[in-house]
């Protein structure tokens, strides 16, 4: 909605503030001060952090290679990630190879709440990742490796961990392993965990208190908040802080009692309905997934600085350099999956006896652990390989030709950038009124936000995209 | 507690009957029958199957065969499982291989339910698997391959399936996807189910309607419900269908309460916590586990007639013949893995603030999906393959030297005759009084009996032997 101010990416030249989204004058952050407050802070961090990022040849890598026999990418030491081969089976028969990314320590991406005043609030990170399209996005307090957090390596300890791990940490509110990317992560999850403390936190420069509800309007800013702290918020099992909203129209008053209803408010399907349907789908699926050496992999072509697929259609693993001039850390190198275009997760939405369902699918990606989560209606690109024959995803044409008044969300938001460069997708929250039809095919059943959070108490429900469009549509009131 | 009566081994030598467990005299069956009659139900089923299992050599098996390059053992169509190889690498990098059996196929395990005269009755099969130590076991009303309930293969439809699946089922109580024992299969898991009907349900002689506590009553006897019984039994979120039991002690006080601690009695841990101690086990634990070809894995030797460990400690593949002489089917041959001594599930129980807690763990055991699960305050044997140095069991004294003045259960059953040849494992449930220590190791945790059942509406939290015993649990009252 509101385009990626250019300051972002020089943190000079600016623009727009990201953060004027209420009226210009008088907007109060969550901790009292002005929003021209806020938006100083950002500035500062943005210039803070005057990172370059630029694609280099594989060969230029430091400490990466290609193993000679398997072809996997990997690093000297062993740790951080590896690029190896995939090889998958989808229902049909359909079979294809690709890259994946395969990470399996378990991180902490944790969120700091705490109340001033009685309003929630979350402490935000201004983070730079290498892949972001913008450099620095607004993160959620802590992003640590296992590695980290147990100290195996004896490494700096992340800011702020004390506070989710560790005998003095504080009221644990969200701690749930989700998923990430299923076309592009191999089994990863991480853990999502939103802590409450009534301590005093240091101040840090790079860390600001921001209300819960500042951070959900955030979210109507194009690449800002990023894709970790998008997937904790979707957790959070509390939305608006302050107040009850004014009500606008069918749209607002069926989203308001879709939060509510924890019975009073009927939905569509009960919630044995709904695993009942989760399980079949499961049940029958007969993809088959199996990591393989990536020399393996047919139909994927590496040059000098790039692994693309023959079509070009999917995406590349590249290689880039970080130079950041102005820290300890003089700059690194590293592999980086760039997709070749952007994708598209949306919703359509619609009230049912006054309740706003939004319509989910049951839909299976190679990498994920059980090969199905719950996806939104529309999710592109698909997740099976290039050549592999997709069949055209049903309700395409009701999210892309949908009339502007239908459009209650369209924003673009990154995906995670210390893994993926430049990878966005825009995510819509289409509303199609009481005329479109209930009766829907076998893989799809139209859920309440209600019925959504709930699930997200527990691992391996939503995926990624699911959960980041979950925590968009919570900014719409 | 009741010895497994010899008649049931051969049809004919009646010593005691299995269902005698009240007074001997006009015990009433859920249907309004004699107890007698059932017992003549039972005597004739199990006449009716006269199976021999006899012990072959591998060269004998019909269809199935070790592949020369990987040494798996693999059936000539494809179907049925395969038995590999798995590598798995343990925390403080331990490492062991074994072969593992690998079914990709997910099954339908359902128990079809109704009220007759306003009590719950489920709908029990008497059937034979070539492992049970009794031949014929009480079963669910359907146990299904997905090639069985799809039709892929065109054979014939297991009888009742369509109270299960497709357009004219029942009401669905219970759907859920549930882990196999992690020690011996590869990432199976089966889809429990319970489903109600109204409908007149046609009988046959290997199938009889028992009230659901006759059937948790039943869970006394060694070696009569089976575990794909005992598995659904205990995803059922009801408890005794027809009286409140009479208050004996302060465990059986303890029991209800536990049962029916859905926030009015307190429990030790909230939910969240539960949820965030699951998580953070699970999140730490640095065990990885993958399949590779049987020839590979070291420490086993393969013989004519088994494959076992190099100190015949763990467990045997070896190969049956199955004659079944009065039946269409003349018999067949298969593998079946043949555990090496007599496993150990047990709950240490003990009330707090008046309501009984079990003390569960995290455990991890390499073929579960992700990796750990949570298990019986004891289960034994160990995870770790053979040679792998296993540190001694928390707990094993407090239930292996139990007075007997403690012990609430104590009963041997079978887990799966289909593929597990006399595999049996001695359920036990101690209570440990409240002199008990709270404070335990960090793995485990005392929960309700309400939770354990809370969190069998998703799958993959409790493994299938703490499944087994919660059901067993349910008998005590």
Redesign the interface.
Known sequence: MVSNPAFLLSGSARVASPFNLGPPDGRVAGDGTMMSEVDAWWSARTSAYPYVVSRIPFAELDGWRFEPESGNLVHETGRFFTVEGLHARGDDGVVWEQPIIHQ?E?G?LGILVKEFNGVLHCLMQAKMEPGNINVVQLSPTVQAT?SNY?RVHRGAVPRFLDYFWGPSRGQ??????QSEQGAWFWHKHN?NMVVKTTQDVPEHPDFRWFALDEVRQLLRVDNLVNMDSRTVLSCMPIWRSQETPSSQDAFHDGLLRSYEARGGWPALHT???I??WF??M???LEW?A??VPLSKVSNWQRGSDELVDDDAARFRVIAVRVEAASREVAGWTQPLLAPCGQGVAAFLARPINGVLHVLAQVRPEPGL??IAEIAPTVQLPGAAGAGAPEEPAPFVDAVLSADASQIRYDVVQSEEGGRFYHAETRYLVVDVGEQFPLEVPDAFRWLTVRQLINLL???HYLNVQARSLLSCLHSLW
Chains 1, 2 share one sequence.
């Not at 644990?172 to 392993?177: K, R």
């Open positions: 399996p378990v902490i296992r147990t644990i509110l969200v701690d749930v392993l853990r919630e044995t309905e695993l009942s399980t079949e499961k049940a029958h088959s199996r990591l652990l059980d108490r527990h691992g």
